[in-house]
């Protein structure tokens, strides 16, 4: 059995479960972080030192954190060879594209356009400072669109851990109330994923507890 601590809102927490419900593992997820708390704990911080979420048990193993090295973790101990290559030469290929969709992807949305969009009140929003952030993400996801122009999914013609790490943040990416290019290849992906039962119970979720009042 799988423990997951971490609150359902959490982005990572979202692309952590999301690839447990496509994996059909069993689970069990604790709410840590934000108006749960218990991430500053004696107990937690044994467990993750850095107080972040999530954090995966599985079994009576040792506890991990940082959401990519848990999710290539349960990859290689529980997916199939199309999520994630048992040849090192295949897999370099899917991995390849889960970093930079973390790095570019991830991290230019949910800090710079995410939480100052949403999480900030709207007196405070710094207008030159969200338009800069989408000028840069959008400069990534060109990329996106340009290989999913030619593949159905980021790595390739099979659903991988690379659409784990992009496409986590497509729900939020087009909800909120930012200026977006358009991006054809893109959005036939989003609308891809809201036919994967996992995206829909564990991304596609309100994120109304988040929002600046």
């Not at 069990?28 to 934000?34: E, M, Q, S, Y």
């Not at 980021?154 to 939020?172: C, K, T």
């Not at 909800?175 to 596609?204: G, M, N, T």
Request: hydrophobic share 45%; with cysteine; aromatic share 12%.
């Amino acid at each position: 059995m799988l423990t997951v601590w971490g609150r359902k809102t959490s982005s990572n927490v979202q692309a952590l479960m999301w690839c447990i419900g496509e994996l059909n593992l069993p689970v069990n997820r604790i709410d840590i972080g934000h108006r749960f708390g218990g991430n500053d704990t004696a107990d937690f911080l044994a467990m993750n030192p850095n107080g972040t979420v999530p954090v995966l048990q599985d079994g009576g193993n040792e506890p991990l954190w940082e959401t990519g090295a848990i999710l290539r973790y349960l990859a290689s101990e529980y997916g199939t060879a199309d999520f994630w290559p048992h040849s090192n030469r295949e897999r370099a290929q899917v991995d390849k594209w889960a970093e930079w969709a973390k790095l570019n992807i991830a991290l230019n949305f949910t800090a710079p356009v995410f939480w100052r969009v949403v999480r900030t009140p709207a007196a405070q929003r710094d207008e030159a400072a969200i338009a800069a952030a989408l000028k840069t993400l959008h400069h990534f996801m060109a990329i996106a669109e340009k290989q999913l122009q030619q593949h159905t999914w980021l790595a390739g013609d099979q659903f991988s851990l690379a659409d784990i790490q992009f496409g986590h943040i497509l729900y939020r990416y087009y909800d909120i109330a930012i200026e977006r290019p358009v991006f054809p290849a893109i959005e036939a992906c989003f609308q891809r994923l809201h036919q994967r039962k996992a995206w829909l119970d564990h991304v596609r979720v309100s994120y109304e507890e988040l929002r600046a009042v």
